[in-house]
C-alpha cells in the first residue's frame, strides 16, 4: 500500500476499476473482476439487479460489499433529477453507502457527457453528502468546477464510451492532470492493455474499464491483461521516462578507454 490509490480517504491496492455489465452471466463477471485485481466494482443500478428486484440474482452474491468496494452508477441517466433519484435508492439499497459514480449523458448516440447537467447533479449529491466520482468530458476547466463543488474524483473520457478507440486527446489530460488536486481516472475508451498503460504513464492516478473486458473474446484473460497494463505503467511513471529525441548524440554505451580503430600499433 507505499502507493496506494486514495478516494474520499480510503486506500485501494489497485488502480484498477472495472465495470460489471455485458458478461454473459454472473459467473463470468465474478472470474473477470477476479482476475483484473479490481477492489472498486461499479454498478448500474438502471440495469443490475443488486437487490432492488427481490425476485430476481443479485449482483451481490456474485461480488459480495464485504470484498469488493461497490460504486453505483447513473449510466442511463440523461438529467440530473434522475441521476440524483437514481443514487439515492442506491443509498437506500446499500444501506447508507455514500461513494457513487454519476455521469449524466447527453444522448444515446455518443453516449458524451453532458456537462451543465452533471455539474448541477453533482452539487446536489455533495449537499446530501455523498462522496461523487464523476465522469465528464476531458475539459480542464469543466473538470475543475467538478473539483470546486466537491467531487471526491474526476473522470474525464479518454474516448467514447463502448469505442475502445484509446486516447485520442492526451493533451487535454495532461492539462486536467495539472489542475486537478483530487484524483484523475481515465474513464471510457479503452480498447485493450496498451491504452491502460499510456493512461498511467501519462500520470492518471487509475482507470475505469468495462466493455475493454466484457467486450474481449476472453474476458478473463483480458481482465488479467489490464491488470499488469495499469501496474506497468504506474511503474513506468514513477520511473520517469527517458526524454525523447530526434536522434542521440552519444552513444548509448560509454566510449572512454576503449581502443580506437584509427590508431596504429605503434601509437
Same mark, same amino acid.
Given at each position: 500500500?507505499? &502507493?496506494?490509490?486514495?478516494?474520499? %480517504?480510503?486506500?485501494?491496492?489497485?488502480?484498477?476499476? /472495472?465495470?460489471?455489465?455485458?458478461?454473459?452471466?454472473?459467473?463470468?463477471?465474478?472470474?473477470?473482476?477476479?482476475?483484473?485485481?479490481?477492489? =472498486?466494482?461499479?454498478?448500474?443500478?438502471?440495469?443490475?439487479?443488486?437487490?432492488?428486484?427481490?425476485? !430476481?440474482?443479485?449482483?451481490l452474491e456474485a461480488l459480495p460489499p464485504s470484498k469488493y468496494t461497490i460504486l453505483p452508477n447513473t449510466a442511463g441517466c440523461y438529467s440530473a433529477r434522475d441521476a440524483v433519484r437514481t443514487l439515492r435508492l442506491a443509498r437506500e439499497l446499500l444501506?447508507?453507502? &455514500?461513494?457513487?459514480?454519476?455521469?449524466?449523458?447527453?444522448?444515446?448516440?455518443?453516449?458524451?457527457?453532458? @456537462?451543465?447537467?452533471?455539474?448541477? *447533479?453533482? *452539487?446536489?449529491?455533495?449537499?446530501?453528502?455523498?462522496? /461523487?466520482? /464523476?465522469?465528464?468530458? &476531458? &475539459?480542464?476547466?469543466?473538470?475543475?468546477?467538478? !473539483?470546486?463543488?466537491?467531487?471526491v474524483a474526476v473522470m474525464p473520457l479518454a474516448s467514447l464510451i463502448g469505442s475502445g478507440m484509446g486516447i485520442l486527446n492526451p493533451w487535454n489530460l495532461q492539462l486536467v492532470l495539472e489542475k486537478a488536486k483530487v484524483p484523475v481516472l481515465v474513464? $471510457?475508451?479503452?480498447?485493450?492493455?496498451?491504452?491502460?498503460? =499510456?493512461? @498511467?504513464?501519462?500520470?492518471?492516478?487509475?482507470?475505469?474499464?468495462?466493455?475493454?473486458?466484457?467486450?474481449?473474446?476472453?474476458?478473463?484473460? @483480458?481482465?488479467?491483461? @489490464?491488470?499488469?497494463?495499469? !501496474?506497468? %505503467?504506474?511503474?513506468?511513471?514513477?520511473? %520517469?521516462?527517458?526524454?525523447?529525441?530526434?536522434?542521440? $548524440? $552519444?552513444?548509448?554505451?560509454?566510449?572512454?578507454?576503449? =581502443?580506437?580503430?584509427?590508431?596504429?600499433?605503434?601509437?
Amino acid at each position: 500500500m507505499g &502507493d496506494a490509490l486514495v478516494i474520499a %480517504g480510503k486506500s485501494y491496492s489497485s488502480r484498477l476499476l /472495472v465495470g460489471t455489465g455485458k458478461y454473459r452471466d454472473f459467473a463470468e463477471t465474478r472470474a473477470a473482476v477476479e482476475a483484473s485485481g479490481a477492489e =472498486i466494482v461499479t454498478v448500474a443500478i438502471r440495469r443490475t439487479n443488486i437487490g432492488q428486484n427481490a425476485n !430476481e440474482p443479485s449482483l451481490l452474491e456474485a461480488l459480495p460489499p464485504s470484498k469488493y468496494t461497490i460504486l453505483p452508477n447513473t449510466a442511463g441517466c440523461y438529467s440530473a433529477r434522475d441521476a440524483v433519484r437514481t443514487l439515492r435508492l442506491a443509498r437506500e439499497l446499500l444501506d447508507g453507502h &455514500d461513494l457513487v459514480k454519476l455521469e449524466v449523458l447527453g444522448d444515446a448516440h455518443t453516449l458524451y457527457p453532458n @456537462m451543465p447537467e452533471t455539474l448541477k *447533479a453533482a *452539487a446536489e449529491l455533495v449537499r446530501e453528502g455523498f462522496k /461523487v466520482m /464523476v465522469y465528464c468530458s &476531458d &475539459d480542464p476547466i469543466q473538470a475543475k468546477m467538478l !473539483e470546486d463543488a466537491g467531487c471526491v474524483a474526476v473522470m474525464p473520457l479518454a474516448s467514447l464510451i463502448g469505442s475502445g478507440m484509446g486516447i485520442l486527446n492526451p493533451w487535454n489530460l495532461q492539462l486536467v492532470l495539472e489542475k486537478a488536486k483530487v484524483p484523475v481516472l481515465v474513464d $471510457a475508451g479503452v480498447g485493450t492493455a496498451s491504452d491502460a498503460a =499510456i493512461a @498511467m504513464e501519462l500520470g492518471c492516478d487509475g482507470v475505469l474499464m468495462n466493455t475493454a473486458i466484457a467486450a474481449a473474446k476472453d474476458p478473463v484473460r @483480458m481482465a488479467g491483461a @489490464m491488470k499488469k497494463a495499469v !501496474e506497468a %505503467g504506474r511503474e513506468a511513471y514513477l520511473a %520517469g521516462r527517458m526524454a525523447k529525441k530526434l536522434y542521440a $548524440a $552519444a552513444p548509448s554505451s560509454p566510449a572512454g578507454g576503449t =581502443i580506437s580503430p584509427t590508431k596504429s600499433k605503434a601509437a
